[in-house]
């Protein structure tokens, strides 16, 4: 069981970074929201997969119990990244709205504002534009 959730999270992983790695503004939103669902699988991983509830029933055996404290960190990171997942889509379609566009474009040497950015290439003869 515990390799049937490596192999998920490796693969949430995975498509997440793809999915950030792109230009799409969308795309990397549902590729951080695929990336938080990775984290909250290691979480549910680490506390352990038990076959019986984690209530104890005063004899005091605790085998074959999960973990619940990772299990209510989990929950509460799921509500927060929905929220955080929520708002970025909010951002992003006010950002349509103004900009009109949702893609990510490349920066161009001739950008206004590049030129200060890049020290190496200044006018070497002292006079402001």
Known sequence: MITVMALAVALLVVVGVELLLGRSLFKAILGLSLLAHAAHLLMIATGGVGTSPPVLDGSGSVVGTADPLPQALVLTAIVISMA?????????????????????????????GREAADPGESDSSGASP
């Open 84 to 112: 955080v997942t929520l708002y970025l889509v909010g951002l992003l379609q006010a950002s349509g709205r103004r900009l009109g566009a949702s893609a990510v474009e490349p920066a161009l040497a001739s950008d206004p």
